[in-house]
């Protein structure tokens, strides 16, 4: 059995041709779909069986994220660039149940100018309903971010993370578009609690940032300060 689709989209992202092929073999189907144009790929087998036991492969080259695919009023410049594989095993049926294991080889984040690459591999894990981010390093110019985390695969489940490190306030760009900012960040972040109302604790710091924007009616320099982040409160100190 063939399939082909064309102009697929996902979150108004243009993907291509979508091109499936599936051969049956009694109660077993074998897959192996192809996404050209966004350069990924799947192959695998699902059984027929109650549950839909699956086993799958996914591979990425050159799979790239754009503008507003990434989030909601990101600029058209800022990009996601990611590389890798992927296996996925369990009943399709249940996805609480299901396993996968990721290793991304590249993971690449640009926007207005900046860049942020992942210094290893990048390794997540999903069992049990929860997908854990094996410690990771961003590094880019004047930034230096190690990251690690767990989160619910569901809606309404937790989230458990943390950040610590410093970076080149340019980072803030792709989320500040109106923004143009400059200077030296610091964080010591961790988030934890329901996903849809985390709780921070820790410590973002500017030092010598300056700040442009149309809505402002002159430009700060020299900006320094730190948002402290205590259960459900922000102070700010100056």
Same mark, same amino acid.
């Not at 009694?26 to 192959?43: I, K, Q, Y």
């Not at 890798?84 to 926007?111: H, M, W, Y």
């Not at 410690?135 to 950040?163: M, N, W």
């Given at each position: 059995?063939?399939?082909?689709?064309?102009?697929?989209?996902?979150?108004?992202?243009?993907?291509?041709?979508?091109?499936?092929?599936? /051969?049956?073999?009694?109660?077993?189907?074998?897959?192996?779909?192809?996404?050209?144009?966004?350069?990924?790929?799947?192959?695998?087998?699902?059984?027929?069986?109650?549950?839909?036991?699956? /086993? %799958?492969?996914?591979?990425?080259?050159?799979?790239?994220?754009?503008? &507003?695919?990434?989030?909601?009023?990101?600029?058209? /410049?800022?990009? %996601?660039?990611?590389?890798?594989?992927?296996?996925?095993?369990?009943?399709?049926?249940?996805?609480? @149940?299901?396993?996968?294991?990721?290793?991304?080889?590249?993971?690449?984040?640009?926007?207005?100018?900046?860049?942020?690459?992942?210094?290893?591999?990048?390794?997540?894990?999903?069992?049990?309903?929860?997908?854990?981010?094996?410690?990771?390093?961003?590094?880019?110019?004047?930034?230096?971010?190690?990251? @690690?985390?767990? %989160?619910?695969?569901?809606?309404?489940?937790?989230? /458990?993370?943390?950040?610590?490190?410093?970076?080149?306030?340019?980072?803030?760009?792709?989320?500040?578009?109106?923004?143009?900012?400059?200077?030296?960040?610091?964080?010591?972040?961790?988030?934890?609690?329901?996903?849809?109302? *985390?709780?921070?604790?820790?410590?973002?710091?500017?030092?010598?940032? &300056?700040?442009?924007?149309?809505?402002?009616?002159? *430009?700060?320099?020299?900006?320094?300060?730190?948002?402290?982040?205590?259960?459900?409160?922000?102070?700010?100190?100056?």
């Amino acid at each position: 059995l063939s399939l082909e689709g064309r102009g697929v989209t996902a979150r108004g992202a243009p993907l291509g041709t979508l091109k499936v092929e599936a /051969d049956f073999e009694g109660d077993t189907v074998r897959l192996h779909g192809e996404l050209p144009a966004a350069g990924a790929s799947c192959s695998g087998q699902v059984d027929l069986r109650p549950g839909w036991p699956a /086993d %799958l492969r996914l591979t990425l080259s050159g799979t790239e994220l754009k503008g &507003t695919s990434l989030f909601a009023g990101a600029p058209e /410049d800022a990009s %996601l660039l990611v590389e890798g594989e992927a296996t996925i095993q369990g009943p399709l049926a249940d996805p609480r @149940s299901l396993t996968a294991d990721a290793v991304l080889k590249t993971v690449r984040g640009s926007g207005a100018g900046f860049a942020v690459n992942a210094q290893a591999p990048v390794e997540l894990q999903l069992a049990a309903g929860r997908i854990h981010l094996e410690p990771v390093r961003l590094v880019g110019e004047g930034t230096r971010i190690d990251l @690690s985390g767990t %989160l619910d695969a569901t809606p309404e489940g937790r989230v /458990d993370a943390a950040a610590h490190g410093t970076f080149d306030l340019r980072l803030l760009r792709p989320f500040l578009p109106e923004m143009q900012v400059t200077g030296t960040g610091e964080v010591a972040l961790k988030v934890s609690g329901a996903s849809e109302a *985390p709780v921070f604790e820790g410590r973002l710091a500017v030092d010598g940032g &300056t700040l442009r924007s149309p809505g402002l009616p002159f *430009p700060i320099d020299a900006l320094s300060g730190a948002l402290v982040f205590a259960g459900n409160r922000a102070t700010v100190e100056s």
